[in-house]
C-alpha cells in the first residue's frame, strides 16, 4: 500500500496538539522556573533585609552606657538622656500611608510630651543620602515639624558619632562572632 503525502486530518490533529502542549509545556516550566527563581531572590533579600534590621537595632542594645536602649514597646531605639527617639524602617518603601501617619502622629506626641525631643525615621536602606524635615499628608493636609526627621542610616551614623565611637570600640572588643540575629 501506498503513503500517503499528507498526513490524515486526525493526524495533522495530533501533530498540532503535541506542538501546542510542547509549547505550553516549555512555556509553563521556563515562566515557573523564572517565577521560582525571583520568588526564591525576593527571600533572600527579604532575609537579608531584614538580618541588616535586626543588626542595626540591636548594635545599640551594647550603647547602654551611652544612654541608648531598644525598648521592648514604643519606638525602636531611644535615648532618653539625649531625647532622642527612633524608628528603624528597612527600606524606603515598607510604610503604606496609614503607617506612616500612624508613626508620624507618635511622634508629634512625643515632641508635646518631652519639648527637646527630637525623632527620626531612620532608612536602612534610603534612595539616597538624606537628613530632611519630615513631611506627611494627613487627610489632604500636609504636616512638618522640624524635630520630627526622615534620616538615612549614614546621617544618622554622622550624627551618632560621638555616641557610636565608644560603642564601635566595645563592639570589636566583644568581637563581632558573638551577635547574634535574633
Request: net charge positive; proline share 3%.
Amino acid at each position: 500500500s501506498s503513503r500517503p503525502s499528507h498526513p490524515q486530518p486526525d493526524h495533522l490533529q495530533w501533530i498540532q496538539w503535541g506542538i501546542w502542549q510542547s509549547t505550553v509545556h516549555f512555556r509553563y516550566t521556563n515562566d515557573m522556573c523564572h517565577f521560582l527563581k525571583y520568588k526564591m531572590k525576593c527571600v533572600y533579600e527579604d532575609e537579608n533585609t531584614n538580618k541588616i534590621g535586626y543588626f542595626h537595632q540591636n548594635l545599640f542594645r551594647y550603647a547602654a552606657e551611652n544612654g541608648w536602649e531598644v525598648p521592648l514597646h514604643g519606638f525602636d531605639i531611644q535615648n532618653v538622656q539625649q531625647h532622642i527617639y527612633v524608628e528603624l524602617k528597612n527600606k524606603h518603601n515598607t510604610m503604606n500611608s496609614a503607617s506612616s501617619q500612624k508613626t508620624y502622629m507618635k511622634m508629634q506626641s512625643m515632641i508635646l510630651e518631652d519639648d527637646r525631643a527630637t525623632c527620626m525615621l531612620v532608612e536602612i536602606i534610603a534612595n539616597r543620602s538624606q537628613n530632611i524635615k519630615w513631611t506627611v499628608a494627613v487627610d489632604g493636609r500636609t504636616y512638618s515639624h522640624e524635630r520630627i526627621r526622615r534620616v538615612s542610616i549614614d546621617k544618622f551614623y554622622e550624627l551618632m558619632k560621638k555616641f557610636l565611637l565608644p560603642l564601635a570600640m566595645a563592639f570589636v572588643l566583644v568581637g563581632c562572632s558573638s551577635y547574634q540575629y535574633t
